[in-house]
């Protein structure tokens, strides 16, 4: 019987722009948890000029894509700097765009299981023109990074930011069509294989989320699975 508490791993597959983000955010206000993403992992270690960051920036100035090997450290660096959770109590890891592939799958899969970790899939899956009409539609805090969407009418661009209330909220430049597209490209070529593996592999684990909806109704489902799994409400 061990004296702590757990973690428990969520990883979060979906396009890019599936909302992901928003819903991130709203668990984490929410539940007891802390998350992970590779692009955050990526500006954390270089700015420290840690081991892993020197590794990172020497393919970066190659010009060459991170390695599997890479992304599986900065993973492991974070999810093994957890800290313990209070006694009984079932805290989030949530991992968000990591694995992108099959390969990527399969090497964090086999840590999973070594280290005994419990840990579950939660799909957000959305139509490619959803998507495109959501995009185009995306405004994002040029001081919190907050993401809001145009949708609904409740935000429009320049507009301030309704969560930190000092930035004002903007288009940001990768937020059109051409870089949606190649994106989309990338992820049925790379990921969309690996997320059919992984329904065909993790039968009990993976929940696939209708993300067509707004984001309350994807939010409602999110709430009730991770009520259902005994996660800890954050303390208000
Ligand atoms: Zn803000």
């Known amino acids: 019987m061990t004296q702590s508490g757990m973690h428990r791993f969520f990883f979060l597959l979906g396009k890019p722009a599936s909302g992901k983000g928003t819903q991130i955010r709203r668990i984490l206000d929410t539940f007891k948890g802390s998350s992970f993403s590779t692009g955050d992992a990526l500006k954390y270690h270089i700015a420290r000029r840690t081991e892993l960051g ?35 109590e ?12 099959v390969g990527q799958y399969e090497m964090v899969k086999r840590y999973l299981v070594e280290k005994k970790i419990p840990h579950s ?9 959803h998507i495109l009409r959501r995009f185009t539609g995306r405004l994002t805090c040029n001081t919190c990074f907050t993401p809001f969407s145009t949708i609904g009418g409740t ?21 059109n069509e051409t870089v949606v ?52 409400l954050k303390k208000r």
């Open 54 to 88: 020197q590794q990172v920036k020497a393919f970066i100035d190659a010009g060459k894509l991170v390695s599997d090997d890479i992304v599986m450290a900065l993973f492991r660096d974070s999810a093994e700097h957890l800290g313990d959770t209070t006694i009984g």
């Open 90 to 101: 079932s805290t989030l890891f949530l991992v968000d765009g990591f694995p992108r592939t």
């Open 121 to 129: 899939f939660l799909y957000f899956s959305v139509a490619d023109d």
């Open 155 to 175: 935000v429009a661009e320049n507009d301030a930011c309704p969560q930190c209330k000092k930035g004002k909220l903007i288009r940001r430049s990768d937020d």
């Open 181 to 232: 597209r190649n994106r989309l490209a990338e992820y049925r070529a790379a990921t969309a294989p690996m997320v059919e593996h992984i329904t065909a592999h993790e039968k009990g684990n993976f929940t696939e989320i209708e993300s067509s909806r707004s984001e309350d109704e994807i939010f409602n489902d999110v709430r009730m699975l991770l009520t259902n799994a005994k996660i800890s």
